[in-house]
């Protein structure tokens, strides 16, 4: 599925109608001792009662002003998120039909002139130097395409884990795993021909594919962290994740049938689980395979996990991914019913 290009992008800085339809990045990167330019972009909703902080903090990065662009792609024409761009010199995009982050960013990747696009989120804070560490890591690690950071600032044992603020002095290159949202950079060449999904929760698996199966691989730096207001392992959020990733595996993937059976057996799983003390515990079974495919999941996934913190942190990590899967189930079966 291709993400249509909006056909109404306004912008306090230039006089467009429509998106352009090429990147208009440097054919290559920087030469090695030349600073890349950088363009900050944040995407917006109704985003006026907390954008502020995420603007001044962008706007104080220890980096060359003249290299530094900041970009805000709006889909709900906010007074306050125009305000807040003005004060700190942001570019303001009005783009009415981005009424998704992933729409929001292929907005800001059409857009974007510069060598380095790095993604901050409304509701993150970022440290002084979070650019500064963002060009240091793509220019020594030259086989990367982008950089992916964590989140600190969790206000519980729970988000401390699921942020992975213990993990530090630490840096992989890997395949993406996924979530590129609120803290991560690439360079734009790399970029070219490649987009977000459209689908909220679960734009970046899209690019994610995208990169790997274009043999790029990113580099997770775990001290490259902002602070997050909000939480991203909610139960909720995973469930809404689930429902995004059937449409995804439909319109990007093409393993529709795989995640569908998949789903009806985790939902199958659960029914005899709850049957199991009127029909005998061997009806347990079933929910225990299933268990164990989430715990395996779960161990490439986290990693460094404090010790005292290992068995309530695999217990949720498991339970939202029971959570994800009958979201998962939940829209394939709406989406059969839509059919008939």
């Known amino acids: 599925m291709s993400d249509p290009i909006p056909t109404s992008i306004h912008t306090d800085n230039h006089t467009d109608t429509a998106a352009p339809t090429g990147r208009r990045a440097a054919d290559v990167k920087p030469a090695p001792n030349t600073l890349p330019s950088v363009t900050v972009a944040v995407v917006a909703h109704r985003a006026g009662g907390f954008i502020e902080e995420c603007l001044r903090s962008a706007s104080n990065q220890d980096y060359p002003r003249g290299l530094l662009h900041l970009l805000v792609v709006d889909d709900s024409d906010d007074p306050a998120t125009k305000e807040a761009c003005a004060r700190y010199g942001a570019e303001y995009v009005y783009a009415p039909e981005t009424d998704t982050p992933g729409k929001a960013r292929n907005v800001a990747l059409r857009l974007v002139k510069t060598d380095v696009i790095a993604f901050l989120d409304t509701d993150c804070v970022a440290p002084e130097d979070w650019v500064k560490t963002i060009v240091s890591d793509l220019r020594e690690y030259e086989e990367v395409v982008g950089v992916v950071g964590c989140y600190t600032g969790g206000r519980n044992w729970i988000q401390r884990v699921f942020n992975q603020e213990s993990v530090t002095k630490t840096k992989e290159v890997k395949a993406p795993m996924g979530i590129l949202e609120g803290n991560c950079a690439f360079w734009v060449k790399a970029l070219e021909g490649k987009s977000f999904g ?72 659960l029914i005899m689980l709850l049957s199991s003390p009127l ?39 498991v339970l939202i991914r029971w959570v994800f899967w009958l979201g998962y189930f939940k829209e394939t079966l709406t989406y059969w019913l839509r059919r008939r």
């Open 279 to 317: 029909y005998g515990w061997m009806l347990a079974l079933p929910s225990l395979g299933v268990t164990a495919v989430f715990v395996k999941f779960a161990k490439a996934y986290q990693k460094s996990v404090p010790t005292r913190w290992l068995i309530p942190s695999y217990t949720y990590f």
């Open 198 to 269: 459209v689908y909220k929760y679960s734009e970046g698996n899209v690019l994610s594919s995208q990169i790997t199966a274009s043999g790029g691989r990113i580099l997770l730096d775990y001290d490259l962290k902002v602070v997050h207001r909000g939480f991203t392992y909610t139960p909720r959020k995973f469930y809404r994740m689930g429902e995004a990733q059937m449409h995804n595996n439909r319109d990007y993937f093409g393993g529709a049938l795989r995640g569908e059976v998949f789903s009806a057996c985790v939902v199958a799983a």
